[in-house]
Nanobody
């Protein structure tokens, strides 16, 4: 079965850094896109960053210049390097993977808390 395992969340002071990872497994077909979304209570889940199989990247304006998304194709793993963190980055971060065949899936979420 498809499984997305997230790690790397935690508590950090404003200005600090965290690195999130998400390892995907359970589908024999190629992955089209991998991305990160975040959600806070009472708000809609929003796209943070996405990367395609060809290496194209896109970021939310609020994180551009501070976050970097990357992937390890051999291990079907996506990373999110988060630098210069701000309190408004506090959220549950969810990994999303879209396969060429088989649809899309979500990770379990990992909490990121940034203190002022």
């Amino acid at each position: 079965q498809v499984q997305l395992v997230e790690s790397g969340g935690g508590l950090v002071q404003a200005g600090g850094s965290l690195r999130l990872s998400c390892a995907a497994s359970g589908n024999r077909f190629s992955i089209y896109t991998m991305g990160w979304y975040r959600q806070v209570p009472g708000k809609q889940r929003e796209l943070v960053a996405i990367i395609t199989s060809g290496g194209s990247r896109n970021y939310a304006d609020s994180v551009k210049g501070r976050f970097t998304i990357s992937r390890d194709n051999a291990k079907n793993t996506v990373f999110l390097q988060m630098n210069s963190l701000k309190p408004e980055d506090t959220a549950v971060y969810y990994c999303n993977v879209q396969w060429v065949v088989g649809g899309g899936y979500w990770g379990q979420g990992t909490q990121v808390t940034v203190s002022s």
